[in-house]
């Protein structure tokens, strides 16, 4: 009985004529009708896609990358032009500057590197100190402290000098064979 069953199944499809599947779905009669605004997305051309137009594609978003952009553009001006208290280039050598107390004196550091790459200055280096005095009417008689290094043709020397007075602010002047800079550095520690 299994067999008719089966022979009867196979040649009942056998028998059959080929003809085209009809689907039942259609898109013209669904868009047809729904409402005026899904037939206007149905009209529009699909937007290309991208990470720029992303960023853009709302007015929060927009907010969010300006800032964003903003941000990062004052970061670079800032690391770019700000130096600290007692940094200086000085003949393409960058120069650190700290006045430390210690032990009642205050001590000048003086940290040298050299560029990685391209000329820099190698040679004597005339350092003149002075301190900061608030009142007008001491001015004439205004102590100065002059000292000579060598800066030496290494990647980094660090020199040490102990001031002769006891302030807590000073100007300090350094003066080479092509080059004179000067700079305000108050002291550090206790």
Request: aromatic share 12%.
């Amino acid at each position: 009985m299994n067999n008719e069953n089966s022979e009867k199944k196979s040649s009942y499809y056998d028998n059959e004529p080929e003809r085209d599947i009809v689907f039942h779905y259609s898109r013209e009669h669904r868009l047809s009708r729904a409402s005026q605004a899904v037939r206007d997305l149905d009209d529009e051309k699909p937007l290309k896609r991208g990470i720029f137009r992303a960023l853009l594609s709302t007015q929060s978003n927009k907010i969010l990358f300006f800032s964003i952009a903003f941000i990062c553009a004052l970061f670079f001006l800032v690391t770019r032009f700000h130096r600290n208290d007692g940094d200086t280039k000085l003949g393409e050598n960058t120069i650190m500057l700290t006045i430390n107390r210690e032990e009642g004196m205050p001590v000048m550091h003086i940290v040298k590197n050299t560029p990685k790459r391209g000329e820099f200055y190698s040679g004597a280096v005339d350092i003149s100190v002075t301190p900061v005095i608030n009142e007008p009417e001491k001015t004439g008689d205004t102590p100065i402290f002059a000292h000579r290094i060598y800066f030496n043709p290494v990647v980094s020397e660090t020199y040490t000098i102990i001031l002769p007075f006891a302030e807590e602010s000073f100007f300090v002047f350094l003066n080479t064979d092509f080059e004179q800079k000067f700079m305000r550095i108050n002291v550090k520690g206790k």
